[in-house]
Protein backbone atom coordinates (compact mmCIF):
# COMPACT_ATOMS: atom_id res chain seq x y z
CA UNK A 1 0.00 0.00 0.00
CA UNK A 2 1.02 2.59 -1.05
CA UNK A 3 1.10 6.40 0.83
CA UNK A 4 0.12 9.97 -0.31
CA UNK A 5 2.87 12.41 -0.56
CA UNK A 6 2.94 14.36 3.30
CA UNK A 7 3.11 18.01 2.82
CA UNK A 8 7.00 18.11 4.20
CA UNK A 9 7.90 16.68 0.65
CA UNK A 10 5.74 19.05 -0.97
CA UNK A 11 4.25 16.75 -3.78
CA UNK A 12 7.91 15.57 -4.29
CA UNK A 13 8.52 11.74 -4.06
CA UNK A 14 11.51 10.50 -1.46
CA UNK A 15 13.76 7.77 -3.03
CA UNK A 16 15.28 5.66 -1.05
CA UNK A 17 18.94 5.81 -0.87
CA UNK A 18 18.73 9.95 -1.38
CA UNK A 19 19.96 12.18 1.42
CA UNK A 20 17.43 13.75 3.17
CA UNK A 21 17.23 17.16 2.86
CA UNK A 22 15.89 19.27 5.61
CA UNK A 23 13.26 21.67 5.05
CA UNK A 24 13.53 25.36 5.31
CA UNK A 25 13.08 26.81 9.28
CA UNK A 26 10.72 29.23 8.76
CA UNK A 27 9.36 30.05 12.04
CA UNK A 28 12.94 30.98 12.73
CA UNK A 29 13.26 32.87 9.58
CA UNK A 30 9.76 34.76 10.56
CA UNK A 31 11.69 35.67 14.33
CA UNK A 32 14.72 36.64 12.90
CA UNK A 33 13.05 39.10 10.55
CA UNK A 34 10.85 40.35 13.54
CA UNK A 35 13.67 41.34 15.26
CA UNK A 36 15.48 42.95 12.82
CA UNK A 37 11.97 45.23 12.21
CA UNK A 38 11.90 45.56 15.84
CA UNK A 39 15.35 46.90 16.16
CA UNK A 40 15.22 49.83 13.34
CA UNK A 41 11.59 50.61 14.76
CA UNK A 42 13.48 50.94 18.21
CA UNK A 43 15.95 52.81 16.75
CA UNK A 44 13.99 55.42 15.08
CA UNK A 45 12.30 55.46 18.21
CA UNK A 46 14.88 56.30 20.59
CA UNK A 47 16.35 58.31 18.14
CA UNK A 48 13.19 60.59 18.05
CA UNK A 49 13.20 60.49 21.98
CA UNK A 50 16.87 62.06 21.54
CA UNK A 51 15.39 64.78 18.98
CA UNK A 52 12.61 66.08 21.03
CA UNK A 53 14.77 66.46 24.10
CA UNK A 54 17.26 68.33 21.94
CA UNK A 55 14.28 70.70 20.68
CA UNK A 56 13.43 71.08 24.04
CA UNK A 57 16.24 71.96 25.27
CA UNK A 58 17.53 74.31 22.79
CA UNK A 59 14.28 75.97 21.52
CA UNK A 60 11.82 75.88 25.00
CA UNK A 61 15.06 76.78 27.10
CA UNK A 62 15.40 73.77 29.29
CA UNK A 63 18.74 74.61 29.35
CA UNK A 64 18.69 77.13 31.76
CA UNK A 65 16.34 74.95 33.81
CA UNK A 66 18.83 73.94 36.74
CA UNK A 67 19.76 69.69 36.89
CA UNK A 68 16.59 69.54 34.23
CA UNK A 69 18.25 70.78 31.44
CA UNK A 70 21.47 68.69 32.10
CA UNK A 71 19.26 65.92 32.19
CA UNK A 72 17.67 67.02 28.83
CA UNK A 73 20.96 67.39 27.09
CA UNK A 74 22.18 63.90 28.45
CA UNK A 75 18.98 62.25 27.20
CA UNK A 76 19.60 63.53 23.67
CA UNK A 77 23.02 62.61 23.77
CA UNK A 78 22.62 58.54 24.96
CA UNK A 79 19.82 58.36 22.68
CA UNK A 80 21.57 59.78 19.66
CA UNK A 81 24.67 57.28 20.95
CA UNK A 82 22.19 54.23 21.44
CA UNK A 83 20.30 54.69 18.50
CA UNK A 84 23.38 54.97 16.25
CA UNK A 85 24.50 51.70 17.01
CA UNK A 86 20.98 50.08 17.03
CA UNK A 87 21.24 51.09 13.33
CA UNK A 88 24.80 49.90 12.33
CA UNK A 89 26.09 47.40 11.10
CA UNK A 90 27.46 46.34 13.97
CA UNK A 91 27.02 42.22 13.05
CA UNK A 92 29.87 42.40 10.98
CA UNK A 93 32.15 41.84 13.79
CA UNK A 94 30.72 38.79 14.48
CA UNK A 95 27.11 37.04 14.90
CA UNK A 96 27.95 37.07 18.82
CA UNK A 97 29.72 40.25 19.25
CA UNK A 98 27.03 41.74 17.30
CA UNK A 99 24.15 40.61 18.90
CA UNK A 100 25.61 41.55 22.26
CA UNK A 101 26.39 45.19 21.41
CA UNK A 102 22.98 45.32 20.31
CA UNK A 103 21.69 43.66 23.37
CA UNK A 104 23.56 46.56 25.53
CA UNK A 105 22.34 49.15 23.50
CA UNK A 106 18.65 48.05 23.32
CA UNK A 107 18.96 47.76 26.63
CA UNK A 108 20.25 51.24 27.49
CA UNK A 109 17.80 52.87 24.76
CA UNK A 110 14.95 51.03 27.07
CA UNK A 111 16.60 52.74 30.22
CA UNK A 112 16.57 55.95 28.49
CA UNK A 113 13.36 56.08 27.35
CA UNK A 114 11.59 53.94 30.55
CA UNK A 115 13.47 57.29 32.79
CA UNK A 116 12.22 59.45 30.67
CA UNK A 117 8.55 58.54 30.72
CA UNK A 118 8.84 58.08 34.67
CA UNK A 119 9.91 61.50 35.09
CA UNK A 120 8.07 63.17 32.93
CA UNK A 121 4.89 61.53 34.93
CA UNK A 122 6.36 62.11 37.98
CA UNK A 123 6.63 65.86 36.91
CA UNK A 124 3.32 65.91 36.07
CA UNK A 125 2.13 65.27 39.43
CA UNK A 126 4.53 66.98 41.81
CA UNK A 127 8.16 68.75 41.36
CA UNK A 128 10.99 66.87 39.87
CA UNK A 129 14.15 68.85 40.98
CA UNK A 130 12.62 71.76 41.46
CA UNK A 131 10.21 71.84 38.35
CA UNK A 132 7.03 70.53 38.07
CA UNK A 133 5.10 70.36 33.89
CA UNK A 134 2.16 71.31 33.53
CA UNK A 135 -0.35 70.51 30.59
CA UNK A 136 0.45 67.97 27.69
CA UNK A 137 1.49 70.27 24.99
CA UNK A 138 3.19 68.82 21.65
CA UNK A 139 6.12 67.79 23.08
CA UNK A 140 5.25 66.33 25.81
CA UNK A 141 2.63 64.23 24.01
CA UNK A 142 5.33 63.17 21.51
CA UNK A 143 7.61 62.37 24.11
CA UNK A 144 5.18 59.85 25.41
CA UNK A 145 4.94 58.56 22.12
CA UNK A 146 8.31 57.77 21.42
CA UNK A 147 9.21 56.77 24.83
CA UNK A 148 6.51 54.05 24.70
CA UNK A 149 7.23 53.08 20.77
CA UNK A 150 11.27 52.38 22.26
CA UNK A 151 9.82 50.22 25.03
CA UNK A 152 7.63 48.53 23.27
CA UNK A 153 9.96 47.66 20.03
CA UNK A 154 13.49 47.26 21.87
CA UNK A 155 11.73 44.90 24.63
CA UNK A 156 10.73 43.00 21.43
CA UNK A 157 14.24 43.14 19.90
CA UNK A 158 15.48 41.57 23.49
CA UNK A 159 12.80 38.76 23.60
CA UNK A 160 13.27 37.75 20.18
CA UNK A 161 17.39 37.83 20.60
CA UNK A 162 18.49 36.89 24.19
CA UNK A 163 17.36 33.75 24.07
CA UNK A 164 19.16 33.04 20.46
CA UNK A 165 22.65 34.75 21.95
CA UNK A 166 22.68 33.14 25.45
CA UNK A 167 22.10 29.81 23.41
CA UNK A 168 25.21 30.57 21.04
CA UNK A 169 27.24 31.54 24.11
CA UNK A 170 26.18 28.41 25.77
CA UNK A 171 27.20 26.23 22.80
CA UNK A 172 30.58 27.76 22.69
CA UNK A 173 31.29 27.51 26.60
CA UNK A 174 30.91 23.35 25.98
CA UNK A 175 32.94 22.82 23.36
CA UNK A 176 36.00 24.73 24.78
Known amino acids: ?12 RIRTGDPVQALPARPKRRSKLAAEIARYLGAVSILLVGVVHAQQYYDAYFSVVPT ?8 FIGSGVVGVVLIAPVRRLGRSV ?14 IAVGSLASLLISEYMPLFGFMESGYRLAIVLALVFDGLTTLFLAAFVVLVAPRLIHTIATERRTR
Open 1 to 12: MASAPSQATYGR
Open 98 to 111: GDLILLVAALGAIG
Open 68 to 75: IGTLFLLS
